[in-house]
């Protein structure tokens, strides 16, 4: 079993780098880090990048997570190979491109396109964003799996990740302190399924839905409201090609692991949002579902 330290970055697809920066630095408040090559890196915090959009098929994503050593690279290359899953290892101008010293690629068991990065840079400067949305840092990614229990074993299995509640069959996963990096909801296909950046407040989260709303006309998909789970409060919202992202705030921390319980919650609108608030996000309960999903 490989420790994974962190989520490091997302890279998606887009068909215009232009609307992509527009919507980074506009709507989601992220710093420019560069554009190169048919890709434009984005900031939320001290490391180099936490989105990369590249010019390209929307339908494209890649999500990084970060190991300690070199060797780790290695050891989890190996593993996967012995379950069946391909690797491959990055090359000079795939390690430059990404601004990592060195990592592999591979696909997960719902074809979800995953990196393991070994000493990604970080910023030379303190992170500025482009407006005040309060964001202090990339924190998970829901990913979709079409057999959840199957990707939570593997997950579990191969690397760190412990299961920190359930939502039905969606398991909600940690690879350190914070709640959950990777959320798994069942889907059809495979892909990212939303992006999540941590604010400092609810009044942050609040501000946000206001702006997105009144101001820039953006389509809340979600809340404001509060995870049952995580504790966390949450707004979810549509960007470009459908791709969801949510700001959150509080979410929970677990310190103590040997006394932590995962608990299982049912797959319904309640305990996605404690307040009421109901999704219009297509891999989450619908409130007219509820009998069918608990």
């Known amino acids: 079993m490989i420790d994974l330290r962190s989520i490091r970055y997302v890279r998606i697809g887009t068909p215009d780098l232009s609307e992509a920066t527009n919507f980074a630095t506009k709507i989601l408040g992220l710093e420019p880090a560069g ?30 997570f970060e190991v300690s050593e070199n060797a780790d690279l290695q050891a989890i290359a190996a593993e996967l190979e012995r379950a069946g899953y391909p690797v491959h290892a990055g090359t000079p101008a795939e390690r430059e491109v ?10 997960d068991p719902s074809g979800n396109p995953m990196e393991i990065v070994w000493r990604a840079q970080i910023g030379t400067r ?10 202090t840092g990339f924190s998970h990614i829901g990913l979709r799996t079409t057999d959840a229990p199957r990707d939570e074993a593997f997950w ?9 509640d359930w939502l039905g069959t969606a398991p909600l996963l940690r690879i350190n302190e914070v709640h959950h990096s990777i959320a798994l909801f069942p889907s059809t296909y495979a892909g990212v399924q939303h992006i999540n950046h941590q ?6 989260v609040m501000r946000s ?25 949450f707004l979810y919202f549509e960007g470009l090609d459908g791709m969801i992202y949510e ?16 608990r299982q919650f049912p ?9 009421g608030a109901k999704p219009d996000i297509v891999e989450f309960p619908k409130a007219e579902l509820l009998g069918a999903l608990s």
């Open 156 to 164: 579990t299995r191969i690397f760190n990740a412990r299961v920190s």
């Open 199 to 204: 604010v400092e407040t609810i009044d942050d």
């Open 35 to 64: 554009r190169e090559r048919g890709m434009a890196y984005f900031r939320s915090d001290v490391r180099d990048h936490s989105i990369c959009y590249v010019e390209g098929d929307p339908g494209q994503h890649a999500t990084a």
């Open 98 to 107: 990404r601004r990592v010293t060195d990592f592999i690629s591979f696909v």
């Open 126 to 135: 303190r992170y500025f964003p482009t407006r005040d949305a309060g964001i």
């Open 247 to 262: 700001y959150s705030s509080g979410v929970m921390i677990i310190q103590d692991e040997a006394a932590y319980i995962p």
């Open 267 to 275: 797959f319904n609108t309640e305990a996605f949002c404690m307040w």
């Open 209 to 233: 839905w206001y702006f997105l709303r009144e101001q820039r006309g953006v389509r809340v998909v979600f809340g404001p409201g509060r995870h049952a789970s995580s504790g966390a409060v």
